[in-house]
């Protein structure tokens, strides 16, 4: 394996998140482009061809190292990859409220809820589902909070626009349940 | 690895003192850090601590690094100098062994040099480990393929559904209050008064009406009673409230 | 690479953590104790032979894959994966001392630190690195400590005899140890 493509392999297994193709680039500020795409064509390659038990694959805009499916269940019936939980219907809906008006403070969503979110807010914060993406105007100026690229990756979108429209949602849900 | 330097948050938290302070106290993990530290710096025998001397340096520098005010520095000085003024008591050259009155304090002093020896250890291998990343990424969403994810896009969906149909107004809530309209009711008031002369509170304020407009139609027959241009009367308690057009006001 | 490899590999690849040998040989009801073993072997040699950006590491009575460390810089560097923070001086001194001399009582780190622990040991636990394992004898049955796997994971050690035995420390001990 090129030196390159050991870095690269290094990074995708660190990462927690899939890395975009311009990020594995300036993993090494002196390596080409091409050299990139050329050292992640060989890991890919390295991967695929030797019949490992991991592979490359490209996700939410970026790479990463995935197990492969024909060993997830043996992995999960050994819990070594503990498996997600559920959101609760609390956290559900408070990122779903979310997604669709970001951004959004606090107090807008606990009016819309009408229950306290502090808590689920905290959890989402946790997850990385959400962030804070700025400062709303007003009396202490609340934390405006929005969804993060693992929002994306969680739900396979490629970008917010993806989600149907608040006024296609009737159609989105009487539809079949997109493979994920 | 002397400790110097080193951060030191674990007792930074007990501590209520000013930042200054704090920060000077970090170079010293303790009493016996600072204490091994002089005896290092001044290549002294672990053995045979000249105390005195010991003493006065560990004075000058809790002095210096403003350690003062933390009672484990003090309890340590006070400690040097009780050794140093039990130094100067004249030896029996009885019999008896010479209690050494610094061996307890040597004792410590090795104890702890000994444990600092272990903490390179486990400084070194906690950098090693350091230096390499275990696997960060948690499969959210395990593989790709068909797996099963803990929450689907239609979930998120039927719950974005869930909150457009509870709440009444999909658009946000204006926060910014609406102003009492006096006048507004005042006017309304007296274009009821101009039609008939005695009225009834309810016929002036609808069942609907929202508080403002309660508000708004209460403080402006209060304003018209005060300037005699209606009456405002209650025959008994909770009954309706009578309103009559004041007879001057209406001659005027 | 066997069917038995692939599957240890992608085992390993999930786990941000020491997998212990026997969960690793869980993994596969069928498989016997020397083919898991075997398997290992090959994996391990794979990776080491290759020369790959990451290795698989013995920790903690477990196995794990942990990047190369020449690769640390560029990942921390790109910022797709950051180092955890150091332990403080006040940490290293009281998880020396609990490492040594477990169970360990607060009064004698206390007296052979010579300040207070009390927050020490409170966040040292908090972060799993020591562990409540017992009550001393005497006044109020002191709670005595003791270090956890993960203690032997943060500093990569395969089991606590790998530290130096305290005879081999160059600071000589008492002759015999005091009683705590």
């Known amino acids: ?180 | 690895m002397t400790g110097a330097g080193t951060p030191f948050a674990g007792y930074r938290t007990d501590l209520v003192a000013p930042p200054s302070f704090v920060v000077e106290l970090a170079e010293f993990s303790g009493p016996l850090d600072l204490l091994l530290t002089l005896i290092r710096e001044e290549q002294l025998d672990i053995y045979d601590i000249p105390i005195a001397r010991v003493a006065e340096q560990f004075l000058l520098r809790i002095r210096t690094l403003q350690l003062n005010e933390a009672a484990e520095y003090l309890e340590m000085a006070a400690r040097l100098l009780r050794i140093k003024a039990q130094m100067l008591l004249p030896r029996s050259d009885g019999e008896e062994p010479w209690d050494d009155p610094r061996s307890e304090l040597v004792r410590r002093l090795l104890e702890y040099q000994q444990m600092r020896e272990v903490v390179d250890v486990l400084e070194r291998a906690g950098e090693e480990r350091r230096s390499r990343f275990a696997r960060a990424y948690t499969p959210l969403a395990a593989a790709p393929p068909e797996a099963p994810l803990a929450l689907s896009l239609s979930e998120l969906l039927a719950a974005v559904d869930r909150i457009l149909r509870t709440t009444k107004d999909p658009t946000l809530h204006d926060v910014v209050s609406r102003s009492v309209d006096v006048p507004g009711a005042i006017s309304v008031i007296r274009a009821i008064l101009a039609l008939r002369a005695r009225t009834l509170w309810t016929d002036l304020v609808a069942p609907e009406a929202e508080p403002w407009q309660v508000l708004s139609t209460l403080l402006g027959l209060l304003e018209m009673a005060k300037v005699g241009e209606c009456r405002v009367q209650q025959p008994r308690p909770f009954a309706n409230v009578e309103i009559t057009s004041d007879a001057a006001s209406e001659a005027a």
Chains 1, 3 share one sequence.
């Open chain 1, 1 to 180: 394996m090129t030196p390159l493509a050991k870095l690269l392999e290094a990074a995708l297994f660190a990462s927690a998140r899939p890395i975009p193709t311009e990020e594995l680039a300036a993993l090494d500020a002196e390596a080409s482009k091409a050299a990139v795409a050329a050292a992640l064509d060989e890991l890919r390659e390295h991967y695929d061809v030797d019949g490992h038990g991991v592979e490359i694959v490209e996700i939410a805009g970026g790479w990463q190292i995935l197990t492969r499916a024909e060993y997830t269940e043996a992995i999960e019936r050994a819990q070594l990859a503990s498996r997600p939980a559920r959101l609760s219907a609390a956290a559900l809906e408070t990122l779903a409220l979310i997604a669709y008006r970001q951004p959004l403070g606090r107090a807008e969503i606990e009016e819309i809820r009408g229950v306290s979110v502090g808590s689920v807010l905290k959890s989402l914060h946790e997850r990385g589902l959400i962030d804070v993406v700025g400062r709303g105007e007003g009396m202490g100026r609340p934390l405006l909070y929005g969804t993060t690229p693992i929002f994306l990756e969680y739900f396979a979108l490629r970008h917010l626009e993806e989600l149907p429209r608040s006024d296609e949602l009737a159609v989105a849900l009487r539809a079949e349940p997109r493979p994920l």
